[in-house]
């Protein structure tokens, strides 16, 4: 065959078609997102995350939307149950009111798949789960971490307040690692029909699942029952515990024995400075006991601890603790409290109201417009913060790529 025979071959041969990478996102309402798209432009107000707003972005300021990034979303709404969201990657697969509908808000998701996407040669799949308010040692329990077992301390309170400690056990087996199973069978449905996700899916080329990320823990770093002597050293080591059961059993139900983890540690706060190591010790021992399944042996060089605090926003949180002291002056004024302008309760609610108002234009400032600009939330979910998130999402994303690379 000659030169110009071989060139027509290969041009009219098909191109070999990529494999899908796919990766899971897992945990609690900070994985869910809670920031708003409306807090975007602060991204670009610092020089450093500038280049970051301008992935998320198309030239014409609306949300990057993904050809090569699909992602399929198992949520619960408000009041309407569990349900899926699916299509490509874009803003809006953050918390939701309902859960196939766009909820204009982003959590670690966007950014993650936007950071995927530069780096993988061929489609990826994000199979994302995500619930509020869920814990790891009930709701996520995994099943080699065994029964949750209540406290002498718990038991102690059932019998104060003449609780019926037979059903709250009853209650507490039925609730035991619900929010696992949920997982584990909405990741393995998606992955045994990935064509109703991405319906470009290649059959033949196949899949690969390639990482898991999670992003959960403020359930159970404030739960004083379950963790009494959680701001001793050790506290939390029962969490830590069960998170390396959890990558266990995660990589054992999904037959990935190696599959990369990550874990996101709370940062709710930002990073702890020594002089505040005491007031801070329950961040502090809950941090630890989450990171600690990455220095176990069995799991290095495939488990990567990610702290979040170093994305804290500390200015917006300067000024969330200006907002404190707003709300506190209408609580001041609203109980008549001695040493406030109300003292005497002659103020009508219209005085209260605009007294609030200047004193708020007092406290706040220019802060105000910087506030709305890049917060749209509280303080446990990062303040709503588009540049927390997308921060978060990218970290997660490179820890991941760099145990992939690695490996190889």
């Not at 409306?38 to 949300?63: S, V």
């Not at 005491?278 to 990455?294: D, G, L, Q, T, W």
Request: with cysteine.
């Amino acid at each position: 065959m000659n030169r110009v025979a071989l060139v027509l071959t290969f041009l009219s041969a098909p191109l070999l078609a990529q494999p899908l990478t796919v990766f899971i996102l897992a945990g609690q309402s900070n994985m869910q997102g809670h920031a708003k798209v409306e807090t975007f432009a602060y991204i670009g107000d610092d020089p450093k995350t500038a280049p970051l707003l301008a992935r998320m972005q198309r030239a014409d300021g609306t949300p990057t939307v993904c050809d090569d990034v699909w992602i399929s979303y198992l949520t619960a709404g408000r009041g309407v149950g569990d349900g899926e969201g699916k299509g490509r990657l874009t803003a809006g697969y953050g918390a939701r009111r309902r859960p196939d509908e766009d909820g204009g808000k982003i959590g670690p998701e966007f950014t993650f798949g936007l950071t995927m996407a530069e780096a993988i040669d061929g489609p990826v799949l994000l199979i994302k789960t995500a619930w509020g308010g869920k814990s790891l040692h009930t709701d996520f329990r995994p099943p080699s971490a065994g029964p949750y077992v209540f406290k002498e301390n718990q038991l102690a309170r059932f019998a104060k307040r003449k609780t019926d400690v037979e059903k709250a056990k009853a209650d507490k087996v039925a609730a035991t690692g619900r929010y696992y199973r949920l997982m584990i069978d909405h990741v393995k449905g998606v992955l045994s029909d990935i064509k109703r996700v991405y319906p470009a899916y290649d059959q033949k080329a196949g899949h690969t699942l390639a990482g898991f990320a999670w992003f959960q823990g403020w359930n159970d770093m404030v739960d004083r029952g379950t963790y009494p002597n959680r701001d001793q050293p050790g506290g939390y080591d029962a969490y830590g515990k069960c998170m390396a059961a959890f990558i266990r059993d995660v990589r054992k139900d999904l037959q990935a024995p190696d599959l990369p983890f990550v874990i996101g540690v709370m940062g709710v706060g930002g990073l702890i400075k020594p002089e505040d190591t005491k007031k801070r010790s329950v961040h502090r021992n809950f941090r630890e006991a989450m990171a600690a399944p990455a220095s176990m042996p069995e799991f290095k060089g495939t488990v990567r601890a990610v702290q979040t605090a170093r994305f804290w926003d500390a200015p917006l949180a300067a000024i969330d603790a200006k907002n404190g002291k707003v709300k506190q002056m209408v609580r001041f004024l609203r109980n008549k409290h001695k040493k406030h302008a109300n003292a005497d309760g002659k103020m009508t609610p219209r005085e209260q109201k605009a007294y609030v108002a200047k004193y708020r234009t007092e406290i706040l400032g220019d802060d105000e417009k910087t506030w709305k600009r890049g917060a749209s939330n509280a303080g446990y979910h990062y303040l709503g913060c588009g540049k927390t998130m997308a921060l978060i999402g990218e970290a997660f994303a490179n820890a991941i790529i760099e145990m992939r690379n690695r490996r190889r």
